[in-house]
C-alpha cells in the first residue's frame, strides 16, 4: 500500500514538475524614460548639435549619425532594427499614427511603473516617493499561480522597486538597486557582481545597468526562472543630467542587453522555442530639443511611449505602420494571459488589445 502511495506522489510531483517547465516563459524588459524619437529616428540632430548636452559632436556622430534616419536608428539600437524588426513587432510610431502611451497624468516613474504592472493608472500614485504601493502587480499574481510559484523573478536598477512592488518576505525574487544577490548555487560571477557593487564610488539610488544586467545574466543561467522583469534605470538619469551623449550610449548598451538576452534564451533548452519578450518604457519625455531631458505633467511628449514584442506566439509585424493605439495599462493584462490567466485583483485591471491581437490563448484564457 506504501508502495502505490509513494508511487502516486512520485508521479503527482514529476506532473506537477513538467506543467510548471512547459508553461510559457516571460521576459519584461525596460529602459526608463527612453524616447520614442530615437527608437524610432536615432540620435536626435537638434540635440546632438546642442553642446550644452554633447561634448563631443564629432566622436558622437562617429558613432550614431547618419542622414539616412533608418540607417541612423541602426547605428544606434542594432539588434531592436536588425532582429526585433525582422522578427517582432515595433509599436509606437506617431510617424504614422501608431501610438503607445501612459494612461497616467503624471508621468512620473512610480506611476509609470505601477501602471504597467498593475494594469491600474492609479490617480492617487503621484510622485516617486518611498510609499509601499497598495496595488497588486501581475508578478505577484503569477507567483500566487502553481505554474510560477517561486519562478518570477526582478532586477531593477533603480532601489524604490522595493516599493513598486511592495517587497515581503513573501514576495518573488527581487533584486534592487545596489543590493547583493544572495541566493543557493550563486556563480562566481554572480559573486563577483555583488563584490563589485560594494567598491563603487558612488552608489546613488540607481545601480549602474551593467551591474543590473550582470546580476540578472547569472540568476537567469542558474535559477531558470520563468517570469523575469529586468527594468534599466541610466537612460533616465543621464537625460535628467541633461547628457545626451551619455543617454544614447545608454540606449546602444540597452540594445546590446536585449541582444545578449535574447541569445541566451535561444541557446538555453530551457528556455528555447518558449519564451517571449516584451520591451518597453514607463513614460517619455519632453518633445523639443528645450524640453527632451524632462518629463512631468506639464511637458509635451511625456506621455508618449512604444512598446516591442518578440517570439513566439507573438505577430510578427515589424514596425508598425497602421493607425493604431496602446496604453502602457494593457501590459499587465497582457503578460497574465501570454501565462494563460486573467488578472483579477484588488483594484481595476485595464483589458488588453495587445493579447486578443497576438495571443489565441485568450480566448481560452482562465
Ligand atoms: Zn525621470
Redesign the pocket.
Known amino acids: 500500500m506504501k508502495i502505490i502511495f509513494f508511487a502516486v506522489l512520485l508521479l503527482t510531483s514529476i506532473c506537477c514538475k513538467a506543467q510548471q517547465d512547459n508553461a510559457p516563459n516571460i521576459f519584461i524588459i525596460t529602459t526608463?524614460?527612453f524616447r520614442w524619437q530615437e527608437i524610432f529616428s536615432g540620435a536626435d540632430s537638434a540635440i546632438l548639435h546642442d553642446p550644452h548636452y554633447v561634448k563631443d559632436t564629432a566622436l558622437l556622430k562617429q558613432l550614431f549619425w547618419d542622414d539616412n534616419a533608418d540607417e541612423r536608428r541602426k547605428l544606434l539600437l542594432p539588434f531592436i532594427w536588425k532582429t526585433i524588426a525582422q522578427q517582432g513587432s515595433i509599436y509606437g510610431n506617431r510617424d504614422y499614427d501608431n501610438s503607445v502611451t501612459v494612461a497616467n497624468p503624471y508621468r512620473?516613474?512610480y506611476a509609470g511603473y505601477n501602471e504597467l504592472f498593475t494594469g491600474y493608472a492609479d490617480p492617487k500614485i503621484i510622485a516617486n516617493n518611498k510609499r509601499r504601493n497598495p496595488n497588486e502587480n501581475v508578478f505577484q499574481f503569477l507567483n500566487g499561480q502553481p505554474e510560477y510559484e517561486n519562478k518570477v523573478a526582478a532586477f531593477t536598477s533603480w532601489n524604490l522597486f522595493q516599493y513598486i512592488f511592495n517587497k515581503q518576505p513573501s514576495c518573488f525574487y527581487l533584486n534592487s538597486g545596489y543590493e547583493a544577490a544572495e541566493y543557493d548555487s550563486a556563480s562566481n560571477t554572480a559573486v563577483l557582481a555583488n563584490g563589485v557593487q560594494t567598491i563603487m564610488d558612488t552608489t546613488v539610488h540607481t545601480r549602474n545597468d551593467m551591474l543590473t544586467f550582470v546580476t540578472a545574466k547569472e540568476y537567469i543561467l542558474t535559477k531558470h526562472p520563468k517570469v523575469v522583469y529586468i527594468g534599466f534605470g541610466e537612460t533616465?538619469e543621464y537625460?535628467?543630467s541633461g547628457r545626451y551623449d551619455d543617454y544614447l550610449q545608454s540606449a546602444h548598451l540597452f540594445d546590446e542587453y536585449l541582444a545578449q538576452l535574447w541569445y541566451l534564451v535561444n541557446r538555453d533548452p530551457f528556455y528555447k522555442n518558449n519564451t517571449r519578450f516584451i520591451i518597453t518604457t514607463d513614460h517619455g519625455r519632453g518633445q523639443k530639443s528645450s524640453t527632451w531631458f524632462r518629463?512631468d505633467l506639464f511637458t509635451k511628449g511625456s506621455n508618449n511611449t512604444w512598446l516591442m514584442t518578440l517570439g513566439v506566439p507573438f505577430d510578427n509585424k515589424g514596425e508598425v505602420k497602421t493607425k493604431g493605439h496602446i496604453h502602457n495599462k494593457e501590459l499587465a493584462q497582457t503578460i497574465a494571459g501570454l501565462a494563460g490567466f486573467t488578472f483579477y485583483s484588488n483594484h481595476p485591471v485595464s483589458p488588453t488589445t495587445i493579447t486578443t491581437a497576438v495571443h489565441p490563448a485568450m480566448a481560452s484564457a482562465k
Open positions: 526608463d524614460g512620473f516613474s533616465d537625460a535628467h518629463h
